[in-house]
């Protein structure tokens, strides 16, 4: 649960997950 904690402390760092993850979506997509 101490990695949602950071994610509340630390809005930026949440944003950058997101982008890794959509990111990672994508250049799934794009190998298929």
């Not at 809005?11 to 990111?23: D, M, S």
């Amino acid at each position: 649960m101490s990695y949602f904690t950071y994610i509340k402390n630390q809005p930026f760092a949440a944003i950058t997950f997101t982008n890794e993850l959509t990111n990672g979506f994508f250049l799934h997509l794009i190998r298929i």
